[in-house]
């Protein structure tokens, strides 16, 4: 069985609770908000790790998005990644999930040979989960949603461990594939510092490097509009002030709280 090439295509998101919207641009407004690598990204991460220590082979890391996210990627290869790609052009601001997928399947054939490409479930700004099967279809490979385990069976084919409404299921897909990691299956390791020291620098390519239209990529290539977006107001909480003695105030609030149970 020959060494498993794995790509895990990572993205750096903007901490949930700090984001905003621009009411103009009607996209996130990230200018004051930390980032981090996409939790389920992590999780894919420590799964590529695991089958390379398993079945032998490469783990690359495979993002896009502006220059700052490069450092980011230096946290997958202190875990121990053996190398880091970024797409970061202007070009590719304001895609969708259609040129998004388009350019890390772009990304990943100029990497070169691979084998099996692992991505989180969805990532934590967008939230659609359709990333890793859009790389699947560009890359026409056979894919596995919402894995919870993989390894590799004695045909060479991978099997997969899906988590399904109501339970799960095992599948057998052929390589190459493309697999998208459920959130929390795994614990992702701490980084090593010496692996952090000797790491190799990011690799960074832009739109001319991938060979492709520039009209398929970011705002252009993206079918989708946004009409409007706003932030719905947090709810104002209830709140009643009960006077009286201890006595009273029991008696109140058992009142209150027995209106609101009965039907």
């Known amino acids: 069985m020959k060494p498993l090439g794995i790509i895990v295509c990572v993205k750096v998101v903007p901490k949930p609770e700090e ?17 981090e690598l996409n939790p389920p990204d992590m999780n894919a991460i420590e799964m590529a790790l695991a089958l390379r220590e398993r079945y032998g082979g490469s783990v690359s890391l495979l993002s896009m998005g502006p220059p700052f996210a490069a450092p980011y990627l ?10 880091a790609y970024l ?14 997928s388009f350019a890390l ?4 054939q100029k990497i070169g ?3 099996l490409v692992l ?3 969805e990532s934590s700004d967008g939230a659609t989960g359709q990333v890793p099967a859009g790389i699947a ?7 596995a949603t919402y894995a919870m385990d993989l390894a590799l069976l004695p045909d060479g084919r991978l099997r997969a461990e899906r988590e399904i409404r109501g339970g799960h299921e095992v599948i057998a897909v052929s390589l190459p594939a493309v697999v998208s990691v459920k959130l929390g299956v795994n614990e992702p390791r701490f980084m090593d510092m010496e692996l952090r020291r000797t790491a190799p620098a990011v690799t960074v390519w832009n739109a001319s490097d991938l060979g492709v239209d520039p009209a398929s990529l970011g705002f252009e290539g993206s079918p989708t509009v ?5 932030q719905a107001k947090s709810p104002e909480r209830r709140r009643e002030f009960l006077d009286g003695t201890l006595q009273e105030k029991a008696r109140l609030l058992a009142e209150r709280i027995r209106a609101l149970v009965s039907f």
């Open 19 to 35: 984001v905003s919207v621009n009411p103009e641009t009607r996209t996130l407004d990230r200018a004051k908000a930390r980032s």
């Open 74 to 83: 230096q946290v997958g290869l202190a875990m121990g990644a053996d190398h």
């Open 87 to 100: 797409l970061s052009d202007r070009l590719f601001g304001g895609a969708d999930t259609l040129p998004t």
């Open 105 to 108: 399947a772009r990304g990943i």
């Open 113 to 115: 040979e691979w084998d």
């Open 119 to 121: 991505c989180g479930e």
């Open 137 to 143: 279809e560009w890359l026409d490979c056979s894919q």
């Open 226 to 230: 946004v009409g409007a977006v706003w």
